[in-house]
């Protein structure tokens, strides 16, 4: 089978590998079609693992051969995959830290090679201890909505980690396809969205997605032109106090990995609120942070890693159903040998670009049954 393999920093290859072997408690799944998460990106970019490995985790296709122990699962019924599930028993998973879990931390799908998820190639293998996380995909429904699963899933655990009330105002800082995921989920729970982003095209989709008010941030090197232009914190500060009334925001999402965000959104929210970090995934970076906002203003600043194995029906639910409706963020499909190109779009994107999906169908939406005639 083709397969794209690491093989190094920025080293993507189009090579032929072995469809991989399943045993009696597995499946093999056909891909059609795997999103580019940045967790892989920086893997690729910055060399952090060792090669050889076949990336892509965020996967959706079909069943084309099941081990004779498996059951519930049939020969051709599209799927959406997880990679990760935990054992549920653990020290962390009774804490309810399934990402700190040992067996979660193992990947449970693979194309070949170090198990690393395998969506840029044409099978993969999927494990026994993560088929709980396999999830079908309605006949109403496309691959791409399957694929989308696993990281409107990252997102949805991260907002549960907020102490939100409906009618709150939350701060959503960056409106990628991460931060719009965010804001579309919020708005659901009536949240009250205040959008920020440097491109007014995705400001535009997050009024779409539900924001109350989305602000357009400057680049913090731009230089100024013209007449004398007041701070752009200054002016966030400003729409943040008429939101709220003058409390402060009650809690903020940093879905862009600046720093300068971070110590802005600890002066925005309100005393007891909360930043969540979303998109500092990079070890070994420091930060000066005023920390009696911690200690004395009771400011949470907190984190969220990956997903979440138990939130896998309600994820589905919203998408399947179309509450939201994931498709408007995909704006780009690449074939797999176009793999390279897909990792380089997504890291460095353009004004028109969102989600970046690699495909390997033609027909990625549900085929429509015509009407019986009599």
Same mark, same amino acid.
């Given at each position: ?6 093989r ?6 189009l ?27 920086k893997?690729?970019h ?10 892509g ?15 519930g ?5 599209r799927v ?6 935990p ?16 067996q ?18 044409q ?51 960056g409106q990628?396809?991460?931060? =719009?995921? @965010?804001t +579309?989920?919020l708005?659901? *729970?009536?949240v ?5 982003? #440097?491109? &007014? !095209? ?7 997605f ?12 731009s ?9 752009v914190?200054d ?8 939101l ?7 809690a ?10 971070v110590r802005e ?6 005393g ?34 990956s ?9 589905a639910? =919203?998408? @399947?159903? +179309?509450?939201?409706?994931? *498709?408007k ?5 690449f074939? #797999?040998? &176009? !793999? ?27 085929r ?7």
């Open positions: 089978m083709r397969a794209v393999v690491y190094g920093a920025n080293d993507l290859r090579e032929t590998v072995p469809v991989p072997p399943i045993r009696a408690n597995e499946l093999l799944v056909k891909v059609a079609v795997c999103g580019v998460c940045p967790t892989d990106i893997k690729i910055y060399g952090t693992v060792p090669p050889p490995r076949i990336f985790h965020e996967t959706a296709g079909t069943v084309v051969r099941t081990g004779a122990l498996v059951r699962f049939r020969i051709g019924e959406a995959l997880h990679h990760h599930v054992c549920l028993d653990c020290h962390a998973c009774r804490h309810r830290a399934f990402a700190q879990c040992v979660y931390k193992r990947t449970g799908i693979s194309a070949g090679f170090e198990p690393a998820g395998g969506g840029y190639a099978y993969v293998r999927v494990m026994p201890f993560v088929l709980p996380g396999v999830v079908k995909i309605p006949s109403r429904n496309s691959f791409l909505e399957g694929a989308m699963l696993e990281p409107v899933n990252t997102v949805l655990k991260a907002i549960n980690r907020l102490a939100l009330l409906k009618g709150d105002t939350v701060l959503v800082a990628g396809p991460i931060g =719009l995921m @965010f +579309r989920l708005a659901l *729970r009536g009250s969205v205040l959008a920020t982003d #440097l491109l &007014q !095209t995705r400001l535009q989709l997050a009024s779409q539900g924001a109350k008010r989305v602000f357009q941030v400057r680049p913090p090197s230089p100024e032109s013209g007449k004398a232009v007041r701070n914190a002016n966030l500060a400003e729409i943040a106090a008429r709220t009334r003058g409390r402060g925001l009650d903020a999402v940093i879905a862009v990995p600046s720093l300068e965000v959104a600890q002066q925005l929210i309100r007891a609120g909360q930043v969540l970090l979303f998109s500092h995934t990079k070890r070994g970076e420091a930060a000066n942070l005023d920390l009696a906002t911690i200690c004395v203003d009771e400011k949470d600043l907190i984190g969220s890693y997903a979440d194995f138990t939130l896998q029906n309600e994820v639910k =919203l998408i @399947f159903s +179309r509450r939201f409706d994931v *498709r963020l995909v704006t780009h499909r074939p #797999l040998e &176009q !793999t390279a190109a897909a990792v380089e779009l997504a890291a460095h994107p353009t004004p028109d670009s969102l989600k970046v999906v690699v495909t390997q169908e033609d027909r990625l939406e549900p429509r049954v015509s009407p019986a005639r009599h």
